[in-house]
């Protein structure tokens, strides 16, 4: 396993891979460190993460950097993603005792009642786009509730993997309740099986997804699948529009496109496309290319090479197919996995860009009738991840985010972000089961009824 640094192509460090016996080892120790964990005070577990928050506070610099090196983030975004963990650690220290309290259910019984117990080791696999911040908002809910759990990381960011499990020993929790996988893709089913693993997380493609569910249900392990998106931001006629330009650029562009949630289609009412897309296309044009590690870096080199050979390769399919190219679409001429900027308009529903997800610097822009046909476009797809709409009628915008809308996360005059306070996931292909807040800790719990007579 290589580290490869996608600004300039050098190979950062070589990794050894975990044998299958040392898989297992760690697995069980895993398990071992549960039997302690689970019955550890809320008290204790809190204070624990509150110390984790310190720890990851305390080196952030330096994880923003090796973020920087390992995948490409722009080191201001790095910085961003580390605190967004720490504050996951402190709001599950402060409301996770809550969240697991035993719930009082008045029935004919002398008492009764449900309670909320771990249930054991939760094998996570994650992606690259998000090094810190995937993990942690699996883990911070996982270990409030008493579970323990191991990692299996992006095959890309393995100083990342390692350096969370050195983290999570540095803030003092007990030995063996984390650890990292060093393992190929192919020998994820082998994981699964043990024993020991009790659920199964995973944040990726929608593909992946597919082969972990089914690998899981036919062991009837739990799992939750946040996958693929590709959200659709409405621009309504009366919106803000020179603002909702700057958000949805904003959506866009964060992560250098690399992301789940990102925006990636705006449906624009007639009326307002022309002013729309010209601010939309000026304020992209402006975004500053280069190396991560520099000060007022917009968009970083993507992760991998292979990774930005496709998606230009998704761009050229899409003009092949009828789409406008009205900005970039082309591999700039510097080394590095960069692309440049990208707008793509006239998109129909015979060309496959219609149907697919642009991970990278990439907008699809459809200019609509009204917002009737704006609706019927964003929730022509098989994703379901979040989408976001624009008015100066909170009222009506809220109607159509709320009950119009196919996604899991809906917001109104801004864009769609995780937060720790509030469920996170999506329907259709882009998944099931839910991240973060209240229904994210209840994921990995044994919701039992205690009835005495």
Request: charged share 20%; aromatic share 8%; net charge negative.
């Amino acid at each position: 396993m290589q580290s490869i640094n996608p600004l300039n192509g050098e190979i950062i460090r070589n990794y050894t891979n975990h044998t299958i016996e040392e898989v297992t080892n760690k697995v069980e120790a895993a398990h071992l460190a549960f039997q302690q964990w689970r019955i550890t005070s809320f008290e204790n577990r809190s204070k624990l993460l509150v110390q984790l928050a310190n720890v990851l506070r305390k080196r952030k610099d330096e994880l923003a950097v090796l973020m920087a090196n390992e995948m490409g983030k722009p080191v201001a975004q790095g910085i961003a993603e580390v605190e967004k963990c720490a504050s996951c650690c402190e709001y599950y220290a402060e409301n996770g005792p809550d969240f697991l309290n035993d719930q009082l259910i008045k029935t004919e019984a002398q008492k009764s009642y449900v309670s909320f117990q771990p249930i054991g080791v939760v094998l996570a696999i994650m992606p690259w786009n998000f090094p810190f911040w995937q993990v942690f908002r699996f883990l911070c809910p996982a270990f409030m509730a008493g579970n323990t759990a191991v990692l299996k990381h992006a095959s890309n960011v393995p100083g990342c993997a390692l350096v969370i499990e050195e983290l999570i020993n540095e803030a003092g929790f007990p030995n063996d309740i984390f650890h990292t996988l060093l393992i190929d893709s192919k020998e994820v089913d082998k994981v699964i099986e043990h024993p020991f693993i009790s659920a199964v997380t995973l944040t990726g493609s929608t593909e992946a997804g597919k082969k972990v569910a089914a690998k899981a249900g036919s062991l009837i392990k739990k799992t939750v699948l946040e996958l693929g998106g590709s959200d659709a931001y409405l621009v309504l006629k009366d919106a803000d529009v020179k603002k909702a330009a700057e958000t949805c650029v904003t959506s866009r562009l964060i992560n250098s496109g690399q992301s789940c949630i990102a925006a990636k289609r705006f449906i624009v009412v007639k009326e307002i496309a022309e002013e729309f897309i010209g601010h939309f296309k000026s304020i992209m044009e402006h975004k500053k290319i280069g190396n991560p590690l520099e000060n007022g870096i917009d968009i970083g080199p993507l992760a991998r090479i292979d990774l930005r050979d496709q998606l230009h390769q998704q761009v050229q399919k899409a003009i092949a197919n009828g789409a406008k190219c009205i900005l970039g679409g082309e591999i700039p001429k510097m080394d590095g996995a960069f692309y440049t900027p990208t707008i793509l308009t006239e998109i129909t529903a015979e060309n496959p860009a219609f149907y697919e997800e642009f991970f990278g610097p990439v907008a699809q822009i459809y200019v609509v009738n009204d917002e009737d046909e704006a609706i019927k476009i964003a929730n022509s797809t098989s994703f379901g991840l979040g989408g976001a709409v624009f008015s100066q009628d909170s009222k009506r915008a809220e109607h159509i985010a709320n009950n119009e809308l196919e996604a899991g996360s809906c917001f109104v005059n801004a864009f769609v972000k995780s937060d720790p306070r509030l469920p996170f996931g999506g329907i259709k292909e882009s998944g099931y089961g839910r991240e973060l807040g209240l229904f994210g800790i209840h994921e990995f719990v044994n919701i039992k009824t205690v009835y005495i007579s």
